[in-house]
């Protein structure tokens, strides 16, 4: 399986396997999970002339033109003011080059989850992350990122979502309640960390498997957030069941998302004491709902919150969001602004999934706090944070189609990122991204580009050759289960939240 990646100076293209358009990390080992220490390095890749096709790419190869908004400034002075310390004031429009790469970044990382999940209902182990922890960057040719995964995520479909969960159509299946949510990382590459200004924490929240089905679930029904003594804040309940339910007969959810997510940020951030250190979580689609839910919640806990003795500091939180629904009511915004949560959502203005909840009552509804206040209308919903909205009709590579699952694909949203330099700016790409991404899972791009549809999969689906010349879907190494420690660290997260505000004890 192989794509092409447009050469810039002459017509020259290289073949490369789908791994090799990322970069990544260093691994370690961690008390739970070990990882090699072995720098993964991609392998050279095969250089063919293709003379035939000189102009391929045309538009890639437009370079006369001044990128006006590239900023000099060294990155790790300005992350504060890149994570939204003023919530991108002057770096949006025109878009700045630095902020452009941190979001792309960023969405990579959540485009991850896609690529590493097993969607296949013939395989026992569907609903799973195909790769083990120790392999996981590597699997996706991310392994020089200078992240180290720590933990994987698991969540019960026993909640009011039933299209969001993949399940396998065999009898004996690695788990009958649990499916795989995303990762939990942070940056171990020393190097890395230099470039960065801090040690990032990143936590990764998969999206939707059947794309547009799951919003037939969502019953625009609030249910109170109880992560802190204010029934007035609510959230949508689905999204509150996803995060909050757990089966205890399973040992991959007898904890909640929640309560994995929670117990994880507290075991590193009391793995690095007296670090500079970031909180970033990122997701699309349900993912951007869960990340911004996520985010919330360890601010409302004061998870980010680190008091040595002497002095406190705050750890920042940043939402990095994809096409991401409406998450809560009004007071549920307000309240995430009053907690200094910085969320910037990612949208395509044809996408419909950023509309809803709450198509009447909304934002931008002139007398929302009104009608919520006084007469405690039930399906109030308000976006949370600073919106970048593109629009792909403005790239020149893409295709004009009434495919609702085109304008909320990720990846379109990366390429979208990587062309926009402002709201009145022609549509330039400015990193390169390889345009071939855009068709990993949709049928986006003009047919004059050469790229088939749907092209992402495993080499042979999975399937390997046995010594006697069969053909069988291999044994995976056993399920990363929740690790031995995830009751104490949630345990003394809530201990230090009761001690210090006032929350529900459930």
């Known amino acids: 399986m192989a794509t092409l990646q447009s050469s810039l100076s002459n017509a020259t293209y290289k073949i490369q396997t789908p791994q090799k358009f990322f970069t990544t990390s260093n691994s370690t080992k961690t008390r739970n999970l ?44 300005i992350w504060r003011e890149l994570h939204g310390c003023n919530n991108w004031e002057g770096l949006l429009e025109p878009m700045n080059s630095h902020l452009r790469k941190e979001i792309i970044r960023y969405g990579e990382m959540a485009q991850a989850c896609y690529d590493s999940f097993d969607f296949d209902p013939h395989s026992k182990y ?33 909640v009011n979502l039933p299209n969001f969960f993949q399940k396998s159509r065999l009898s004996s299946i690695w788990s009958q309640h649990a499916n795989w949510m995303g990762y939990v990382v942070v940056a171990t590459d020393e190097e890395e960390i230099r470039r960065l200004g801090r040690r990032d924490i990143v936590v990764a929240w998969r999206g939707t498997v059947t794309y547009l089905e799951w919003i037939h679930d969502l019953k625009d029904i609030l249910h109170p ?21 757990k089966e205890k007969t399973c040992k991959y959810c007898a904890f909640s998302a929640r309560e994995q997510v929670l117990a994880e940020i507290r075991r590193i951030i009391h793995r690095y004491p007296g670090e500079n250190l970031s909180i970033t979580i990122t997701g ?17 806990v004061e998870l980010n ?46 996408d419909k999934v950023p509309t809803v909840p709450g198509i009447i009552t909304n ?24 919106e970048l909205a593109l629009d792909h009709t403005h790239s020149p590579f893409l295709k004009n189609t009434n495919d609702v699952g085109c304008a909320h694909n990720l990846e ?36 004059d580009y050469g790229v088939p ?22 044994e995976r190494p056993r399920v990363e289960a929740l690790p031995p420690d995830t009751a104490q660290h949630f345990e003394q997260v809530i201990k230090y939240a009761r001690s210090k505000l006032h929350l529900y004890r459930h």
């Open 363 to 386: 934002e931008k509804f002139q007398y929302q706090k009104y009608i919520e206040e006084a007469i405690s209308f039930p399906w109030s919903y308000a976006h949370v944070g600073v």
């Open 284 to 300: 699309h689609s349900l993912g951007a709902a869960l990340a911004l839910l996520s985010a919330y919640d360890i601010a409302e």
């Open 453 to 474: 549809p749907n092209w992402w999969q495993d080499e042979h689906k999975g399937m390997v050759r046995c010594s006697d010349g069969r053909w069988m879907l291999p």
């Open 126 to 158: 569907c609903g799973t992350c195909k790769y083990q922890g120790a392999h996981f960057f590597e699997k996706l040719g991310m392994a020089d990122r200078g992240y180290t995964l720590t933990r994987y995520l698991y969540a019960t479909s026993n």
């Open 305 to 350: 919150v680190v008091d040595d003795g002497i002095t406190t500091t705050k750890i920042p939180i940043t939402v990095f969001s994809f096409s991401g629904p409406r998450v809560g009511n009004l007071k549920f915004k307000e309240r995430c602004d009053e907690l200094g949560i910085k969320v910037l959502r990612v949208i395509n203005v044809h």
């Open 412 to 447: 379109a949203h990366l390429h979208l990122l990587d062309g926009y330099h402002g709201k009145d700016r022609r549509f330039r790409l400015a990193t390169k991204r390889d345009i071939a991404l855009v068709n990993k899972s949709c049928d986006f791009l003009k047919s």
């Open 34 to 77: 070990v990882f090699s220490n072995k720098r993964n390095f991609p392998k050279q890749s095969t250089v063919v002339k293709c003379s035939t096709i000189p102009s391929l790419y045309p538009e890639i190869r437009e370079t006369d033109e001044e990128h006006s908004c590239d900023d000099t400034r060294p990155f790790n002075e």
């Open 225 to 245: 957030a109880h992560f802190r003594n204010d029934p007035s804040i609510k959230i949508e309940s689905g999204f509150f069941d996803l995060y909050t339910t």
